[in-house]
Nanobody, 124 residues
Framework: VQLQASGGGLVEAGDSLRLSCVASGRTLSNYCLAWFRRAPGKEREFVAAIRWNGGTTFHADSVKGRFTISRDSADNRMYLQMNSLKPEDTAVYYC??????????????????WGQGTQVTVSS
């Protein structure tokens, strides 16, 4: 499966932004898709995941209540709605996919497919 992320940009603290990830090449019914991010000088970390079949979602504690992952099955798109952005949310955001319905997985090593990343910068 091929993934392409978009929607990043420069915003101010408190603003909102919506990231999009379009998937192609495979039927996604048996996949879990996720967002990860890598802040400057830090390791890549899990943000949120969604089970494509059924739409069950999982969010990291650091973004719960502010970020929402969703998907449009008809369009093979995944979204990350980010509200109340903080400077510490500044990072390159990646969409990723893994085969299998197990989505309570935060270790990036389980995800075999990755998009190219989109930069999100939040100014204070």
């Amino acid at each position: 499966v091929q993934l392409q992320a978009s929607g990043g940009g420069l915003v101010e603290a408190g603003d909102s932004l919506r990231l999009s990830c379009v998937a192609s090449g495979r039927t996604l019914s048996n996949y879990c898709l996720a967002w990860f991010r890598r802040a400057p000088g830090k390791e890549r970390e899990f943000v949120a995941a969604i089970r494509w079949n059924g739409g069950t979602t999982f969010h990291a504690d650091s973004v719960k209540g502010r970020f929402t992952i969703s998907r449009d099955s008809a369009d093979n798109r995944m979204y990350l709605q980010m509200n109340s952005l903080k400077p510490e949310d500044t990072a390159v955001y990646y969409c990723a996919a893994k085969v299998g319905w197990a989505c309570v997985v935060t270790d990036e090593r389980y995800f075999g497919f990755w998009g190219q990343g989109t930069q999100v910068t939040v100014s204070s």
